[in-house]
């Protein structure tokens, strides 16, 4: 056994520990304080999503059948695809809090001519991320074969529902603790 096949393992582990240390977390009225060498609530997100991001990354090469040679450059350009999507996420994002901020329940007098200006905003945003996206799905294609490409299109399927089910799993395992089932 290679180091290089424990760490897919090694990585997964992590974020299962992760998603589950936030779901027990979260299911507690009181959270505990867990010891500091132990993956806990107080991860940021974004943390999670980079460990994730680094699992997906190892796994590339099995689901695409990469050569030693492809790799390399296969894992510069999907790591500025993972960004391009994350970056845009987060300008949405805040564009979205600008409108919930604008049309909230707690908002007397609405500003028609702002959330004019976020909607704008938030429609321009939109078209940037569509073009630099399908750059960032080029430069990617341009190193792998047709049939690589429909695989890369499937892995990123796969690990989108990888993802959902961790999800889910903390959330059951939150109910759990709090004595509901959902």
């Known amino acids: 056994m290679t180091v290089r096949s424990l760490i897919p393992a090694a990585v997964a582990f992590v974020i299962i520990s992760i998603v589950s240390a936030a779901g027990a977390a979260a299911a507690q009225s009181q959270p505990p304080t867990p010891p500091p060498a132990q993956p806990g609530p107080d991860i940021p997100a974004n943390e999670v999503q980079r460990l994730f991001d680094a699992w ?9 059948q990469l050569s030693e040679a492809q790799y390399g450059r296969f894992v510069t350009r999907l790591k500025t695809l993972q960004e391009v999507r994350r970056k845009n996420q987060q300008a949405r994002g805040k564009i ?3 409108l919930r901020r604008l049309t909230g329940p707690d908002v007397t007098t609405i500003d028609e001519g702002a959330i004019r200006e976020r909607l704008r905003i938030l429609r321009d945003q939109e078209d940037r991320t569509a073009v630099e996206l399908r750059k960032a799905y ?12 429909a695989r890369f299109r499937l892995f990123e399927e796969q690990v989108e529902r990888r993802k959902l089910d961790l999800l889910m799993r903390a959330r059951r395992n939150a109910a759990r603790g709090r004595g509901t089932e959902n």
């Open 56 to 64: 997906a990354l190892v796994q590339a090469q099995d689901a695409l």
């Open 96 to 98: 979205l809090q600008d």
């Open 138 to 149: 080029e430069a990617v294609d341009e190193l792998l074969d047709i049939r690589q490409q």
